[in-house]
């Protein structure tokens, strides 16, 4: 049976703690999820980042005003997002669409369900006193919502909230896949592969980890024959000494089961890696996300 891996996603999650002064938003107050001019914030999101922020723009939809968000991505992509808060409660605003939807109750007590106007979504409050780690930050008091959508059947996203800051964290299937970026500019390295760390500049060094991974599933990959088709999404979880730690299935295929194994058999055989590193080179651990298209 054939199969393609699609490019390979890098994401640093929880390990080392950041401590600098108020570099993860200690003196923060205020409601969930503000919306307010001037408010800006970056975030990873997959392989990629973006940086959200509120110009001051306010525009209307249907008889209500809205605070435009832009998302400035990595990638050179630009999104703009509409928001409004009206007692408490936030709204989006779908362009697509034409509809209007509630993001977040103006009460928030676990158990509190509600849904998107479209159906198409479904949320739930879990807690309000979670805790979400980052490479910089150890984030508590949480709100965490879970959401669902009707068009990605099984698959669950939690989101994690702070006050004053707005999202800080979000995790798909129970592992790390967007969080928010200090308030001030530190230095990150991506895990690399041995003999690949005189490869010349991050991005080559990255390539060159990229190909040796592709090489070892290509080498090692026996993919058994079934006439199942489509995608599955492991997530591989390398610690601080640069081993594989953890191997996840995010995303499968109705009756997948045994490509599932065979995927996880492969991504655990990994060799050693020279771990990711956070300012004054302290070695966290990272998940990498890894895509395959039978």
């Not at 669902?148 to 939690?158: A, D, I």
């Not at 990255?206 to 995608?231: F, M, W, Y």
Request: glycine residues 6%; aromatic residues 12%; hydrophobic residues 35%.
């Amino acid at each position: 049976m054939k199969f393609t891996l699609s490019a390979l996603l890098f994401l640093l999650s929880c390990a080392q703690l950041f401590g600098q002064e108020n570099a993860c938003y200690e003196n923060a107050s205020g409601s969930y999820w503000p919306v307010k001019a001037g408010l800006k914030k970056t975030l990873t999101y997959g392989n990629n980042s973006y940086l959200a922020s509120f110009k001051g723009d306010s525009v209307e939809f249907d008889g209500n005003y809205y605070l435009e968000e832009t998302q400035t991505f990595s990638n050179g992509d630009v999104k703009a997002r509409y928001w409004r808060e009206e007692n408490g409660a936030v709204y989006s605003w779908s362009q697509e669409k034409k509809i209007e939807s509630l993001e977040l109750p103006e009460t928030h007590e676990v158990g509190t369900k509600w849904s998107s106007k479209d159906q198409e979504w479904t949320y739930e409050i879990l807690s309000l006193t979670s805790t979400y780690s980052t490479p910089f930050c150890e984030f508590v008091d949480l709100l965490e919502v879970k959401t669902e959508s009707s068009l990605r059947k099984g698959t669950v996203y939690n989101l994690f909230y702070k006050q004053g800051v707005g999202m800080v964290g979000l995790n798909v299937n129970g592992q790390p896949f967007s969080y928010i970026k200090p308030d001030r500019k530190v230095n990150e390295k991506s895990f690399i592969a041995y003999g690949c760390e005189d490869a010349g500049t991050s991005q080559e060094i990255d390539k060159c980890t990229n190909a040796k991974i592709s090489q070892h599933i290509r080498e090692n990959l026996k993919a058994p024959q079934s006439s199942v088709k489509g995608r599955i999404l492991l997530n591989v979880r390398i610690d601080e000494l640069g081993e594989v730690s953890e191997v996840t299935v995010l995303e499968t295929v109705p009756g997948g089961e045994a490509l599932e194994a065979e995927a996880i058999r492969v991504m655990s055989s990994l060799p050693k890696f020279i771990p990711a590193q956070v300012d004054d080179n302290q070695p966290i651990a990272t998940n990498l996300k890894v895509p395959f298209r039978f």
